[in-house]
Nanobody
Framework: VQLQASGGGLVQAGGSLRLSCAAS????????WGWFRQAPGKEREFVAA????????YYSDSVKGRFTISRDNVQKTVYLQMSTLRPEDTAVYYC????????????????????WGQGTLVTVSS
């Protein structure tokens, strides 16, 4: 299974971007998705996650109300709609796929994800 993230770029503060991450290869069974980000000099941190059905969505406090995660199971793709972007949102964004279910207890844990995308850079200028 390979994940390909896209959609990053340069945007002014207050603007919007939509990230995508598509899975290729054979993904058996059900799975959840997550987005993490890593700013220069910082550790990778949790941003958002979505359960296999899409009924469960989870967000970090720093993005709640500004970002929306969604998924297309037919296309095996996850999206991250980012609005009201701030300079502190500048980071490389990584998508992760977890085989099986994601719950509120596991969504923010990097170690539970089985596959990772290569990252896409988001730069927010002030």
């Amino acid at each position: 299974v390979q994940l390909q993230a896209s959609g990053g770029g340069l945007v002014q503060a207050g603007g919007s971007l939509r990230l995508s991450c598509a899975a290729s290869g054979r993904v058996i069974g059900y799975y959840g998705w997550g987005w993490f980000r890593q700013a220069p000099g910082k550790e990778r941190e949790f941003v958002a996650a979505i359960s296999r059905s899409g009924g469960g969505t989870y967000y970090s406090d720093s993005v709640k109300g500004r970002f929306t995660i969604s998924r297309d199971n037919v296309q095996k793709t996850v999206y991250l709609q980012m609005s009201t972007l701030r300079p502190e949102d500048t980071a490389v964004y990584y998508c992760g796929l977890k085989l099986g279910e994601l719950t509120v207890r596991t969504a923010a844990l990097r170690r539970v994800y089985d596959y990772w995308g290569q990252g896409t850079l988001v730069t927010v200028s002030s």
